[in-house]
């Protein structure tokens, strides 16, 4: 009997081996078959690192993000590098007297929703911006336009008040001139928001989880072709640690430069995911310059003075700067635009960094080291002024200490005071300034927004003001923007720039470019004509 029980129980226990081997089988069968499928649809997905949620999509505000909204939506022409190019118009001519733009429309467009784009919905889309007039005044074609009327199905035309040449550039911009389907409208309008995100892009928001994720889905509709990712996920993190960990885990794999201008990771992260082999980055051409922006207008302060602006000019380790502070991440800035920004190339004055040369320029200005003295004087006063900077940027307060140290040297003292960003934009509004960082608009609004800013109250008028050739650089922006001559505008551009340059107004830093941490295998990395926006669409897995 027990020789029989002990046979049972063997037999028993080799079907239970034989089951348990095919149950691990099938389990590594079946794992295998999901990982496969998982790892095609990785394959085909981007998930990317952003400090802050996508926030409202309303095209027509502005809350939400522009990366995220640049998916979505999209405008009736395109700034590239090479001009103004068709987008949803196909075509288009201009008045003689340049006030009436007339736009034949693609008609193989439809919204996200079904919905057809014809001339109908761009006059919907641009009465509703121009219905909400004072909340997009700082673009200027929003004073300009008078009318948008539909002359057939797919043909529409805009009617300006005056000639405005940046019209078409600012019909390019990512928002708000871009287009959201008429049935997302609440009452007509979208200034008190809108009960859908439906746009003409190549892709769709499909799911937004606030202060987590926004998923978006490829438009299999689009009508240049469905793209090659099929799924991009924007999952909001902090930035630094816990987007590299993220990046290492696999948890993301994409991360560049956001809207507000910061990367999510720092160089020495950066150039270990490179370093590992997984990881390319790829950086665009300059997007921005990052500055000094001085008070030519403060009476009661030596800044008024050119020369004191010049010395202060000559006296910035622009290289060192940007080798030690952003490690080369930003490169060095000699003028105002750099010379990709459309008529920005021209010749100016060269000025290098010089202590010398500073010197000597505050001495022939009559501001004298008196008695051993640390500070030079003129008439009584001291040469002292402030510096403002941003209290959150630790690249603006490090900067900001850098240049004190060298104002030093030449006999400046340079006080230093961090304070929120809305605080200095205040104070840049006010003119309750000396000095202060700040950045020019960058790709695609420049040069023209920078430089109609040079005249507003609210930017730079207490920069500019203060010039002795005030009057006709005032003149000569008023007439570049109605100019309808090319060769008119690069003239008058050319004259605009030297004259702020010869002023020493806006001292340049550093240029900012887009930054790109993504797979080694990602395909079809470029940049538009913008620093806020990423041709996802382009991109494909090798």
Same mark, same amino acid.
């Given at each position: 009997?027990?020789?029989?029980?002990?046979?049972?129980?063997?037999?028993?226990?080799?079907?239970?081996?034989?089951?348990?081997?095919?149950?691990?089988?099938?389990?590594?069968?079946?794992?295998?078959?999901?990982?496969?499928?998982?790892?095609?649809?990785?394959?085909?997905?981007?998930?990317?690192?952003?400090?802050?949620?996508?926030?409202?999509?309303?095209?027509?505000?502005?809350?939400?993000?522009?990366?995220?909204?640049?998916?979505?939506?999209?405008?009736?022409?395109?700034?590239?590098?090479?001009?103004?190019?068709?987008?949803?118009?196909?075509?288009?001519?201009?008045?003689?007297?340049?006030?009436?733009?007339?736009?034949?429309?693609?008609?193989?467009?439809?919204?996200?929703?079904?919905?057809?784009?014809?001339?109908?919905?761009?006059?919907?889309?641009?009465?509703?911006?121009?219905?909400?007039?004072?909340?997009?005044?700082?673009?200027?074609?929003?004073?300009?336009?008078?009318?948008?009327?539909?002359?057939?199905?797919?043909?529409?035309?805009?009617?300006?008040?005056?000639?405005?040449?940046?019209?078409?550039?600012?019909?390019?911009?990512?928002?708000?001139?871009?287009?959201?389907?008429?049935?997302?409208?609440?009452?007509?309008?979208?200034?008190?928001?809108?009960?859908?995100?439906?746009?003409?892009?190549?892709?769709?928001?499909?799911?937004?989880?606030?202060?987590?994720?926004?998923?978006?889905?490829?438009?299999?509709?689009?009508?240049?072709?469905?793209?090659?990712?099929?799924?991009?996920?924007?999952?909001?993190?902090?930035?630094?640690?816990?987007?590299?960990?993220?990046?290492?885990?696999?948890?993301?794999?994409?991360?560049?430069?956001?809207?507000?201008?910061?990367?999510?990771?720092?160089?020495?992260?950066?150039?270990?995911?490179?370093? !590992?082999? $997984?990881?390319?980055?790829?950086?665009?051409?300059?997007? &921005?310059?990052?500055? +000094? %922006? *001085?008070?030519?207008?403060? @009476?009661?302060?030596?800044?008024?003075?050119?020369?004191?602006?010049?010395?202060?000019?000559? !006296?910035? $380790?622009?290289?060192?700067?940007?080798?030690?502070?952003? &490690?080369?991440?930003? +490169? %060095? *800035?000699?003028?105002?635009? @750099?010379?990709?920004?459309?008529?920005?190339?021209?010749?100016?004055?060269?000025?290098?960094?010089?202590?010398?040369?500073?010197?000597?320029?505050?001495?022939?200005?009559?501001?004298?080291?008196?008695?051993?003295?640390?500070?030079?004087?003129?008439?009584?006063?001291?040469?002292?002024?402030?510096?403002?900077?941003?209290?959150?940027?630790?690249?603006?307060?490090?900067?900001?200490?850098?240049?004190?140290?060298?104002?030093?040297?030449?006999?400046?003292?340079?006080?230093?005071?961090?304070?929120?960003?809305?605080?200095?934009?205040?104070?840049?509004?006010?003119?309750?300034?000396?000095?202060?960082?700040?950045?020019?608009?960058?790709?695609?609004?420049?040069?023209?927004?920078?430089?109609?800013?040079?005249?507003?109250?609210?930017?730079?008028?207490?920069?500019?003001?203060?010039?002795?050739?005030?009057?006709?650089?005032?003149?000569?922006?008023?007439?570049?923007?109605?100019?309808?001559?090319?060769?008119?505008?690069?003239?008058?551009?050319?004259?605009?720039?030297?004259?702020?340059?010869?002023?020493?107004?806006?001292?340049?830093?550093?240029?900012?470019?887009?930054?790109?941490?993504?797979?080694?295998?990602?395909?079809?990395?470029?940049?538009?004509?913008?620093?806020?926006?990423?041709?996802?669409?382009?991109?494909?897995?090798?």
């Amino acid at each position: 009997m027990l020789g029989k029980k002990n046979k049972l129980v063997a037999l028993v226990l080799f079907v239970l081996s034989i089951l348990v081997a095919c149950s691990a089988t099938s389990e590594e069968s079946s794992t295998g078959k999901e990982e496969d499928t998982d790892s095609t649809n990785k394959a085909n997905e981007l998930v990317y690192a952003t400090a802050k949620d996508i926030n409202d999509m309303n095209p027509h505000l502005y809350a939400g993000s522009m990366p995220a909204q640049g998916m979505v939506y999209e405008s009736l022409v395109e700034n590239t590098e090479d001009g103004i190019k068709p987008l949803l118009a196909e075509s288009w001519e201009i008045s003689e007297g340049g006030k009436v733009y007339t736009f034949h429309l693609r008609e193989d467009v439809k919204f996200h929703d079904g919905e057809p784009f014809n001339a109908e919905a761009v006059k919907q889309n641009i009465d509703a911006v121009q219905n909400n007039a004072e909340k997009h005044s700082w673009i200027k074609l929003s004073t300009k336009i008078e009318s948008c009327n539909v002359v057939d199905e797919y043909t529409v035309e805009f009617v300006l008040s005056e000639a405005y040449y940046p019209a078409l550039v600012e019909l390019s911009m990512t928002r708000p001139y871009v287009f959201i389907s008429p049935k997302n409208f609440i009452n007509g309008e979208t200034k008190e928001g809108v009960n859908g995100y439906n746009g003409t892009g190549p892709y769709i928001l499909t799911e937004h989880k606030t202060d987590e994720y926004a998923t978006f889905e490829a438009n299999e509709n689009y009508r240049g072709g469905s793209p090659e990712i099929k799924k991009i996920t924007s999952k909001v993190l902090p930035a630094g640690g816990t987007t590299f960990l993220a990046l290492q885990k696999g948890e993301i794999n994409f991360v560049f430069t956001d809207d507000r201008g910061a990367d999510s990771l720092d160089v020495e992260s950066m150039n270990q995911l490179v370093d !590992s082999g $997984d990881y390319q980055l790829v950086r665009s051409e300059p997007m &921005n310059t990052k500055m +000094i %922006v *001085a008070n030519s207008s403060r @009476s009661d302060n030596p800044i008024n003075e050119t020369a004191v602006r010049e010395a202060i000019w000559y !006296s910035i $380790d622009r290289e060192t700067i940007s080798k030690d502070i952003f &490690n080369n991440t930003e +490169i %060095v *800035a000699k003028t105002l635009f @750099s010379s990709n920004v459309n008529y920005a190339d021209v010749d100016l004055k060269k000025r290098e960094y010089d202590l010398v040369k500073a010197k000597d320029i505050l001495e022939e200005a009559g501001w004298k080291i008196e008695d051993g003295a640390k500070v030079r004087t003129k008439n009584g006063n001291n040469l002292a002024m402030e510096l403002y900077y941003d209290s959150n940027s630790s690249s603006q307060k490090t900067q900001a200490e850098f240049i004190q140290h060298s104002l030093k040297e030449i006999g400046i003292q340079l006080d230093i005071i961090g304070e929120e960003s809305t605080s200095i934009a205040n104070r840049r509004s006010t003119g309750d300034y000396d000095l202060l960082f700040n950045q020019t608009w960058g790709l695609a609004y420049d040069p023209q927004s920078t430089i109609s800013a040079f005249v507003s109250e609210a930017s730079y008028l207490h920069t500019t003001s203060g010039i002795a050739q005030s009057d006709e650089l005032y003149k000569k922006i008023d007439e570049v923007m109605v100019s309808t001559d090319e060769e008119t505008r690069k003239s008058l551009y050319a004259d605009i720039l030297t004259i702020v340059h010869d002023e020493a107004v806006f001292i340049p830093i550093s240029n900012g470019s887009v930054t790109v941490v993504a797979p080694k295998n990602l395909k079809g990395i470029s940049f538009k004509q913008t620093q806020f926006e990423l041709p996802f669409e382009l991109m494909n897995f090798e």
